[in-house]
């Protein structure tokens, strides 16, 4: 199974070709390298991935590394994070407020809506806990309302 690895604090002006040069002696190891570029300027955003074999491997180039100097920049290496725990860090809790507003040519969540959805059908129903409270404010409001 391959492992992605996070290569941070890289120099701006660096460049792809560089970035692989690094990994000459690890090519039989390895399955990709990837700097991530700006797509306005195509500069270095300061990061990158590598993809190891296997996760020997990986561990072995975090330890190779991390602390390693690029044109006087020293770098950090770690294991990146599984892109499924990103997306669903990202999906709203019950708790935050569901976002209003989509971006102009986007779906809304559906998460977002069925917590809107959720919210509404809770408010109809009293809350279980309030329930004697709640009969007892009604006949309370029923009896001003009266004339006596």
Known sequence: MSVRLYFGNLPRDLEHEAFEA???EDTDNLVSVKLIA???T???RGFGFVTAKTDEIADALVEKYNGFS???TVIKV???MPRTEKEESAEPSANSAPNRRAKKGTRRDSAA???VS???S???APDPRWATDLAKLKEMLAAQATPS
């Open 38 to 40: 700006d797509r306005k």
């Open 22 to 24: 690094i990994f000459v």
């Open 78 to 80: 770690e294991k990146a």
């Open 122 to 124: 809770a408010a109809a």
């Open 118 to 120: 959720e919210t509404a």
């Open 113 to 115: 809506t069925s917590v």
């Open 70 to 72: 690029i044109q006087d």
């Open 42 to 44: 195509g500069k270095c």
